[in-house]
């Protein structure tokens, strides 16, 4: 039998810093500036770790309901991770707090800025922008991509 509930809510400020389990994959992670609840799983053979919040804001009893949320979820094989990120941003389009901008808002600012650190100005052609790397590069793609000739054979 899996062993749960091993924690008590009084003994909670006495623990020593490290990691306590719970039990069934809650784990409180103590350290000497405070304290993290973690619920811990594995999905798809793959061990992760899902923050359930500080010890400060989050109590025993709502991170024991929080991991057993995402226990069932695991059941379901469903990635409680990527359930809560998916959550978070429905609930931001609703409220109109979308943080997905268009790329073209950015794309200009950020050319602008790498050209002021390089010095490079619009003029300058493309080829000579290009590091010596990047010039190997290309000729190597133009050398896979070139069609075989009859005298290549």
């Known amino acids: 039998m899996v062993k749960s509930n091993s924690l008590r809510l009084a003994r909670l400020r006495f623990l020593a810093s490290g990691k306590h ?3 069934r994959g809650l784990w409180l992670h ?3 500036d405070g304290a993290q609840w973690v619920y811990r799983f594995t999905l798809y053979g793959r061990t992760r ?10 109590g025993l009893a709502e991170a024991r309901e929080a991991a057993e949320t995402a226990r069932r979820l695991v059941a ?10 998916r ?24 050319v602008s800025r790498a050209r002021q650190r390089t010095g490079i100005s619009s003029s300058t052609s493309r080829a000579a922008r ?13 050398l896979l991509k070139a069609p075989v000739r009859a005298f290549d054979r």
Request: proline content about 3%.
């Open 76 to 85: 379901q094989e469903i990635d409680p991770i990527k359930a809560r990120r």
């Open 130 to 142: 290009r590091t010596r790397a990047e010039r190997s590069a290309c000729l190597a793609l133009r």
């Open 21 to 23: 389990g719970d039990g």
């Open 87 to 110: 959550a978070r941003a429905r609930a931001r389009r609703r409220d109109g707090r979308s943080t997905i901008r268009p790329r073209s808002a950015f794309a200009g600012a950020r």
């Open 30 to 32: 103590k350290r000497r």
């Open 49 to 58: 770790e899902m923050g359930l919040g500080a010890l400060r804001d989050v």
